[in-house]
């Protein structure tokens, strides 16, 4: 059993490994960087570390401008080249997957997501989406 | 194993440093061969290494230190003087030392280098001596149990040290009184040998007991300080900066909490968190200082044998070596400091015969200063050699295509010097292949710049240059001015602003003239390029900047200044820099910070963004130094112009690169001499022509500037045409534009270069040679020959 980290971005129900995910938190000061691409957010300040910020609505091209202020989420990633917060509209829980339910990702799913989710994993009731944060980390420049 | 591991880092360390102090102290001791002390002290540092590879079966390294020791060791007794020769041979066996170290540093052992030459002359010159003195028992016997063991050469010293003591002994050996002072030194350094002794004797005695106490007693190469310091490892002074600077930024947002609040004590509280966090944070940056004579220490050797490979004479004096910088400053520099010192010794200091020819002494001087200034460092590299020859560095400017044959008569002193930075300059490469190596004076200044500092150069023909390059202490924690655009903070470092204006409704003189996109301020008289902040960062223009001000920060990059507008100037305080987030790259950022609350600042790089919108590159205001090169390239199809207005409402335009002030002239002050108006100007006479008069409107009635009933001061645009400075009295300044050539219309009488259509106006080009000659024809042939014109 693998264990994933939750969250939705539009309707888009997504999930990353937990052992890439240092935490999740609500933060409300970003700064935004002028002449950034459209996708870095913009950077926040974790405990004396600067993050960049990537919107992940507009990352995954689901179909709207960006998040909304108030309500936004920051999982932060951590890797050998530092931390990184995919913005995300509302976090879920952790949840207990299984392998065996893994699948290729909904014929649904078009454009930018398509190739950012490699997979689904089939929940009682619904599809968790498998994102593929090495895509995301390598490719939000 | 990873005690060895530490023994061996500990064991490299120690002797790279000593390598270095070795390296000065052979040239000291070349000149002053009778300095006991700096010989203790090499003999000191072989043995040492010597004795510790035995240990760590570094064959190689102990064969090299064996022979060097050896060769010492007749030194030492005064059976061998310190020749050139010999001193070169010492020299190649600390480079071969060096080698050794780094190979086993990179790879754990000694690499495949071929020492067996290297040992062979130090062999071949210990030879000279042992034959000389086969009869002398004393010699004998210590050459031989030099070469049986190193373990027996350290009673050796010993011995050798207390027959030293006695001569330098004031009683023994008494000195003038005047060199009770030098005596007390020498005394010091010899009790201070006995003290190294003994545990060099242990540690060697015993063979393989722990190299590491033998290694520490190698430390007081800086002698007083050696017991009460310690090594701390780089990193953990890297952690504690950055915890200084969280520190700072918690404080900060203390401060901003205190002050909305009536609590006195908590307010007293957060001032005596203030004072001490300040002082923390000195202390810590302290620790990361270093004296530059670290850097320099190795420039002795250096000169020695660039100066020999060059066939020159020089002296290096150093001053200020004590000036602390920050450790990451000092690598950043390094490189830097060590090209100047060999353009200095390349290209400034003459060879001996010519020196004599022009009545200098023999021996050139190379000297360097480093001293605070400021928050900032001055560095000074300076040598008593022929300066900077103009012609050779005109010549060599046309020649690489940095400058044009037209503007090469206009540049002044300033200007012409400038041109030795400019990429593509390097006129080393060709002469020597040592200076350059690829390197030009432009990378020194590149790399100078990129931490935050200038050079600068100052040049008297024929008797000296100097570099001056001003860097900050730390590139971790740089004052700022903060300003604000669109609601969003951003940060300018100091460094780069010039000064701050504030503009109240255009009251100020002629404001801000903006047509074709290019604003520009008259700052006393310089134009100033202007860029709008929001504008260059992509927020979409709404009209009207705030409450009818301006603010303007001024900011120099790259050697030419541009002015930036912003909504508001906050306020200047001390930043803590971080490294901007991932996945932002090639935009105008330097860094990030975080500000008091707790906010995330950009900080603006200023050179990127002056870049960015071309004012740097492209617009050249001629008080500065110009980039012909670029003029060059775009000076194709379009061209950057001043805009005039004629008495009765015709167009000129002058060509802007000629431009140096524009200047406004009272009437009053007209003068005439030989029926040509002039006034003076500056300490100097200007000639000055009417363009109305020498080129009058022709469609209209004749009208003259002087009508105007309203006229009390001229407007003047002073020029350099052919190294000939002259002013040209138009009737009204309108704007600099930035031109279009690729439609232009021929001339159609003298005194005109060309018509291009401006705002669908024809616009005449003024040539200003012809111009000047139609005004004035012996003007040119007067000021060339100033002595032999018969004029």
Known sequence: ?141 | MSGMDAIIKEFLAESSENLDQMDQDLVVLEKDPANQEVFSRIFRTIHTIKGTCGFLAFGKLEAVTHSGETLLSHLRDGSLELSPEVTTTLLGMIDAVRQLLSAIEVSGGEGDGDYSGLIADLERLEKKVSEKKKDDPKSGDSLGTVKSSRIELVPEIAEDSTETEPSIDPKVAPRKASSSKRRKKKESTSTEDVSTQEPVGIGADSGDADPVPNLEIEAPTTTALGESSLRVDVHVLDHLMNLVGELVLARNQILRLSEGTNDQQFEAASVRLHGVTTDLQEAVMRTRMQPISLLWKKLPRFVRDMSQQFGKKVDIHMEGQDTELDKAVIEAIQGSLLHLVRNSLDHGIEKPDLRRERGKSPTGNLRLKAHHEGGNVLIEVSDDGGGIDHEAVLKRGLEAGLVSEAEAGSLDTKQIQALIFQPGFSTARRVTNVSGRGVGLDIVRNNIEAIGGSVEIHSDPGRSTSFRLKIPLTLAIIPVVLVASRGQRFAIPQLSVVELVRLDNESDGLGIEDLNGVPVYRLRGHLLPLLYLDEELGFTTSGEPGGGSVNIVVLQGDDRRFGLIVDAIEDSQEIVVKPLGRLIDGLPYAGSTILGEGAVALILDVLRLGLKAGVVSEVRTHQAAPDHETSVTTGVDRRTLLYVMGPADERMAVDFSAIDRLEFIPVSKVERVADLPVVQYRDEILQLVWVDQVLPERRTEIRKITDDPDLDALQVIVCTVDGQRIGLIVYRIMDIIDQNMDVTRPASREGIETCVVVEDRVTEIIDLKALIRLADPGFFERGLKPSSGGS
């Open chain 1, 1 to 141: 059993m693998l264990q994933y980290c939750t969250f939705w971005v539009g309707e888009l129900f997504i999930g990353i490994e937990v052992s890439r995910v240092q935490e999740v938190l609500s933060h409300s000061s970003i700064t935004p960087v002028p002449l950034a691409p459209v996708h870095v957010k913009g950077l926040i300040n974790l405990r004396g570390h600067i993050v960049t910020a990537i919107d992940m609505g507009i990352r995954l091209d689901v179909g709207r401008a960006g998040l909304a202020g108030g309500d936004m989420m920051h999982v932060i990633l951590n890797d050998d080249q530092g931390l990184l917060s995919l913005v995300v509209d509302r976090a879920g829980d952790v949840v207990e997957v299984d392998q065996e339910t893994h699948e290729g990702p909904p014929e649904t799913l078009q454009g930018e997501a398509r190739r950012l989710i490699r997979g689904a994993f089939k929940l009682e009731g619904r599809l968790l989406l498998d994102l593929d944060v090495d895509y995301v980390v390598a490719l939000s420049g």
